[in-house]
């Protein structure tokens, strides 16, 4: 039986303490699992940049228990934090011999296409050098306007807290948008009635965007616009 192995990630030693990001990455693939029906076995945390594979000793842990056992699989929130460089994701993707999932990438019966994680791949890694874009252009404009760089003095704890908590809820309602909408998909394929996909959606947990029960007539709406995009 598949088992996971999860592997999260955090950039700096201070978000490691401070649960920063992790607390949102633990409830996407927690859930992600419970979907599935598959228990995760083993955590592996990192607090280290996303730039070197090879300076990721819990990376090389995680990956070593993948290959420990037949079943178990290596499993992360969102690709990047996985990595954001295209050679190095299927770098990884080969060691643990296409056991990968994550949870961010839809897969056909469970088995992740390589094309659909190259076009992820190409996404984090040209996000990475945007940030770096928009980081050294706002900094550039603030010391053109005078103004003294360093950290914020008015940021409070419990400001902090009230941010931190806002990213995992947004986290986790895309997580679960992206999953429902998947999961339609697919038994709208496998030819399942409207009210059978509703009762699915509503058995694993899954409301709507206004926090209800999915009805045949929401499912319809929704996989119309999957058919029929607005443009």
Known sequence: MKKYIAYLRVS????ERSGLGLEA???IIYHYAKV????????????ESGKDI????MLSKAIASCLDQK????????????????????????KVKGKFISCDIPTQNGVLDTFTLAVFAGLAQRERELISIRTKAALQAKKNRGAKLGKP????????AVGASSTRQKALKNLNNRLASALIERFDRELH??????DELNSKGFRTSKGRLFHPTTVKRLIERRRFPIS
């Open 25 to 27: 990455q633990r409830a």
């Open 12 to 15: 700096t030693k201070g978000q």
């Open 54 to 57: 090879d300076n990721r000793p």
């Open 71 to 94: 079943h178990y699989y290596l499993i992360v929130a969102k690709l990047d934090r996985l990595s954001r460089d295209v050679k190095d994701t299927f770098d990884i993707l080969e």
């Open 193 to 198: 009635t409207l009210q059978q996909i509703a």
């Open 153 to 160: 003095e008015n940021f409070t704890n419990e400001t902090r």
């Open 36 to 47: 599935d029906n598959v228990e995760v076995v083993h955590e592996f945390i990192e607090a």
